[in-house]
């Protein structure tokens, strides 16, 4: 008998001892953390490094934090990517500004026009690791050398109150003699003087084809109404996604 619980002890010591191996086999020492899977309505707090012609980026070790607190990125698509090809070019295709503006509510168009457009924009990211691409949005305002930067948000876009969303419309600080510039830093939508850009006209829901530019004044001004500036796409820029001309308001 005492034979007998001798080797019962000496077999549960060796499972013990079996066991006890196991994570060590499983995880080895100094592996990398998993990263987050992006889900759609996360927010990150993600450092931008791209300007307003570079929109893609490879995804950072990030963690989602709380919408409720700050943050520069929301997530509003993930898929998959292709296996070959140009990555990025395929991620920025598949998060172009329209869809995104309709899955966080903002910026959408009524016949062709947007009224009272917000500065949020799409960015798009992709991760190689996991053959994914994350689409999401981003806040903006442009410095003063005219660079478009991103900017901190404290709230989901879709829950963002009234005063927040007034926050984000554009205006800008030219001088009474000169017609505004996309490219004129933001203001504050309270200051004056102001620009403030009353209303988008997207054009790809009027054409199909660049129609030349005193076509596209002509019709501007006609849609912008009487007293407002406009701007007017270049042939060149009729290639970008959201090909449009600007309605700007005078506020003295």
């Not at 995880?27 to 570079?54: Q, R, V």
């Not at 395929?90 to 917000?118: F, H, K, S």
Request: proline fraction near 7%.
């Amino acid at each position: 008998m005492r034979g007998g619980g001798f080797a019962g002890v000496r077999g549960w010591c060796t499972a013990a001892l079996t066991l006890s191996l196991v994570p060590a086999l499983a995880i080895p020492a100094g592996a990398a953390p998993e990263i987050a899977d992006p889900l759609i309505g996360d927010c990150y707090e993600i450092s931008f490094e791209s300007s307003s012609e570079t929109k893609t980026e490879t995804w950072p070790d990030a963690d989602p934090v709380p919408c409720e607190e700050s943050h520069t990125f929301e997530v509003t698509r993930t898929g998959a990517l292709p296996d070959d090809g140009d990555l990025s070019a395929y991620a920025a295709d598949q998060c172009g500004e329209l869809g995104v503006w309709n899955q966080v509510g903002v910026n959408r168009t009524l016949a062709g026009i947007i009224r009272r457009p917000l500065r949020i924009e799409a960015r798009s990211f992709v991760m190689r690791g996991a053959s994914k691409y994350v689409c999401g949005a981003v806040a903006v305002q442009w410095s003063s050398g005219g660079v478009v930067e991103v900017i901190p948000s404290s709230s989901a876009i879709e829950d963002m109150t009234p005063r927040e969303r007034g926050s984000l419309q554009y205006c800008s600080a030219a001088e009474r003699v000169r017609r505004p510039r996309v490219s004129t830093p933001t203001v504050s939508c309270t200051s004056k003087p102001r620009w403030e850009a009353a209303a988008w006209i997207v054009w790809t829901a009027f054409y199909d084809d660049y129609p030349g530019r005193a076509e596209l004044r002509a019709r501007a001004t006609r849609l912008c109404g009487a007293g407002s500036r406009v701007t007017v796409p270049k042939e060149v820029d009729w290639s970008d996604a959201v090909p449009r001309s600007w309605c700007f308001r005078r506020y003295p």
